[in-house]
Each structure stands twice: as C-alpha cells, then as structure tokens.
C-alpha cells in the first residue's frame, strides 16, 4: 500500500501549526508558534488579537515545515484542517490556507473535528485498541466518549458549564497565579495540604461534569477570608481544588469503563498534561487491570500533528470537503 502523507494545520485558538504525518502514526515535523506570552498580558485568550497574529504566522509556519521536513508539496498525499470548534476568526486564517493549498495543488481536504485530534494524537503514543473510553479534558471541553471503532464516537457525558481547564484557569486567577493556570496549580498543589474544605463536583450517577461550582466555592472562600484579614494558603488551596476535580474525573471514567465494559482508556485535551491527573488515571487503570494511553506532553496541548493523525483514518474512510467548507464555532464531535 502506498504510503500516506497528510499536511495538517491547527489554529483553532492560539497556536498556529503545521504538520506532516505519514500513515496516520508517525510524525514527519511539525511546526507551533505560540502566542502565549503574548495572551499572558491580558490573562487569557483575547480572540482579535489571536485571529490577526494567525494571518500573521501561517506562512511562516508552512515554510517552516516543509524546511524542516525536506519534502515537497508534491510528496503531499492530501491537505487536512480543524473546521471547529474554536474561536471562528482563527479557525477562518487555518480553513482557508487548507483550502488554498487543496485548490492550487489540487489535493483532497480532509475536514477535523478538533476533539477528534485531541483523541487520535494517541496513536502517535501506541496505535488504539477498540472499544475505548476516552476521556476529553482542556480548556474547552470535558467529556467521556465511546469509540467501538475508528471514527466512531458517541458521547456518553460532558460538562454541564465551565470546562476542566476553564475551571482551573479561573481559580488560578482568584489564586493570584499567572495564566495559563492549569500549569501552575498542578505545580505548587505539590506544596500543599489537603485542608481547605471543598464541594465535589456533581457528584452523581451521571456521567456529566460540572465545575461552576467549585470554582464559585473557591472565589467565595478567597473573598470571606480576605474580608477577615485572614492569609490564604495559596498551596493547601490548589491542592484541595485539584484533589476534589481529579477525583471526580477519575471516579465517572472508572464508571464508565465498567458499565460499558471497557478496559481500554486514553486521555486527551491539554489537562492531559496534569501530573496528578496522570498519576491519578496510572493509580486507577493498575488496580482494574485496564490499558491506558495517554499522549505525550507535546501532544496534549493543542498542535497539527494530532490533526493529521486524525486526518488519516478519515481519509480511510473516504471523508472529504470541498471549498465551501466553512469553519464552526461550536460542533459536536460525530
């Protein structure tokens, strides 16, 4: 079978990438430009700004890549792309460079959905074994999927509000800590003790998640204790926030596997990275004899090598776009 060599881009938020991955598993290069430092300044993502330095990044980015890859637009076998969801002025910048490049080189344009690419950069890791459970967690969503095979993707529960990765970046604002806060509350929670009391978030039979009200717990707690003149113990605190939201990740994920029968888990999303979810999950899957996956670092947050993984199966499967393709704010992974 002759070899397939997908180039994706990404730009559903604040990263500009390109990538090339050949057969749906290993990657050629891959380019990011991060605009972190630059969001930092205003303590999260503003959305003008991120859409304008995409325009600015994405031919830089292309040329980089094929640099870096020593291949040519000619090795190329089709050209992949996140459509959503997203910001809609930065998926636009990413959508229509995709489109450009399928139009000239007249090559097939594979359409991604962005979670999809959160869920196969674990075949970059080890190739999926069906069915899974995957458990979705970023800035953006949460959510518990069911895959029985390739492609196939029925959401079994998600967040009723904030996301896991909102959630953590909000409370780390609250804590006085620099955006983006996921990081810096999995880093000084390892400083800390358990003993601020917290709510655990909707602890039920469902498979639903909901973190508004931990984080309104915190930002309440916070004030009172201000207003007394009481000093707050920045460590002790995030770490009895993460406790409570990593407990109920990995207790509704264990359900999960069990009620569907499952021992296969992978991670996906940019609070993949968290090291106590992580270990939390390692815990979890050792005592119930379950397979778990879990993407490198570099592939957790978002990136186009995760897209052109995607991309492959998809294009397996026979999954095409034309130009009218059109990018999309909000969209449910099927």
């Not at 503003?46 to 090795?75: C, F, G, Q, W, Y």
């Not at 002025?89 to 959160?118: Q, W």
């Not at 079994?156 to 780390?172: F, N, Q």
């Not at 006085?176 to 602890?203: F, H, M, T, W």
Request: glycine share 8%; proline share 3%.
């Amino acid at each position: 079978m002759k070899d397939v060599y997908i180039l994706a881009i990404e730009s559903s938020c604040d990263e500009t990438s390109a990538s090339i991955v050949k057969n749906g598993c290993e990657e050629i290069g891959t380019v990011v430009l991060s605009q972190m430092d630059t969001h930092a300044n205003y303590g999260g993502v503003v959305p003008e700004i991120a859409s304008r330095m995409h325009i600015e990044n994405i031919t830089l980015v292309l040329d980089e890549l094929l640099i870096k890859s020593k291949l040519t637009m000619d090795d190329i076998t089709a050209f992949a792309v996140t459509y959503g969801p997203g910001l809609i002025g930065s998926l636009l910048v990413g959508l229509e460079a995709a489109k450009t490049l399928s139009y000239v080189y007249n090559k097939p344009l594979i359409p991604v959905h962005h979670i999809a690419g959160h869920i196969y950069a674990n075949n970059l890791v080890k190739k999926m074994q069906f069915p899974l459970i995957a458990l979705v967690v970023s800035g953006g969503h949460t959510e518990l999927v069911y895959m029985k095979e390739d492609y196939s993707f029925e959401k079994i529960g998600g967040t009723l509000d904030d996301a896991v990765g909102e959630a953590y970046d909000k409370v780390a604002r609250v804590l006085g800590l620099p955006y983006p806060g996921g990081p810096e509350i999995d880093k000084i929670a390892g400083l800390g003790n358990d003993s601020y009391q917290l709510p655990l978030p909707l602890n039920d039979d469902t498979y639903n998640f909901s973190f508004s009200g931990i984080k309104s717990a915190v930002i309440n707690l916070v004030h009172n204790e201000k207003q007394r003149g009481n000093e707050i113990r920045v460590n002790d605190l995030a770490l009895s926030f993460q406790n409570r939201v990593v407990s109920i990740l990995t207790k509704k994920t264990l359900k999960a596997l069990r009620q569907y029968n499952v021992n296969n888990l992978i991670v996906a999303g940019g609070v993949a990275a968290n090291k106590y979810l992580r270990s939390s999950l390692e815990k979890m899957c050792q005592e119930n004899n379950i397979n778990l996956v879990i993407p490198d670092l570099k592939y957790c947050t978002d990136n186009a090598t995760m897209i052109a993984a995607s991309a492959y199966y998809a294009y397996k499967l026979g999954r095409r776009a034309d130009l009218t393709l059109n990018a999309k704010a909000v969209d449910e992974l099927k």
